[in-house]
C-alpha cells in the first residue's frame, strides 16, 4: 500500500500558474503498470479527472484541461506534478492525487486546497 501526499499550493493569483506535487511513499512511481492521477473537486460540485502520469512516464489528460495543464515526475524523489496555468477562480478546488488500477484510483492523497481570489 502506497501513501500520497499532495503539497501546499500557496498563493496562486489569476493567470499564473498552479503547481502542486504528489510525494509517494511505500512504493515507486515507475512500478510496472502503475498509473498516477490528478483529480479535482470545486466546491459544490463533483470529481473531475484532470489526468495521469503512467510509470513509464507517459501522461493523458482530459480534453478540456490539456491545453493548459501539464503533468511531469522526478523519479530520483518519487514524485509528480501537475501545472495548470493560466489559473481562474474556475480552478477553485480540493486537489487529489492517486494511484490507478485500470481507469480507477484506489488510493488517495488527502487532498490539498487551492483557492483561486476573483
Known amino acids: 500500500q502506497v501513501q500520497l501526499q499532495e503539497s501546499d499550493p500557496g498563493l496562486v493569483k489569476p493567470s499564473q500558474t498552479l503547481s502542486l506535487t504528489c510525494t509517494v511513499s511505500g512504493g515507486s512511481i515507475t512500478t510496472n503498470y502503475y498509473y498516477w492521477s490528478w483529480i479535482r473537486q470545486p466546491p459544490g460540485k463533483g470529481l473531475e479527472w484532470i489526468g495521469f502520469i503512467t510509470y513509464s512516464g507517459s501522461t493523458y489528460y482530459s480534453p478540456s484541461l490539456k491545453s493548459r495543464t501539464s503533468i511531469s515526475r522526478d523519479t530520483s524523489k518519487n514524485q509528480f506534478t501537475l501545472q495548470p496555468s493560466s489559473v481562474t477562480p474556475e480552478d477553485t478546488a480540493v486537489y487529489y492525487c492517486?494511484?490507478?488500477?485500470?481507469?480507477?484510483?484506489?488510493?488517495w492523497g488527502q487532498g490539498t486546497q487551492d483557492t483561486v481570489p476573483s
Open positions: 492517486a494511484r490507478d488500477e485500470g481507469t480507477a484510483p484506489v488510493e
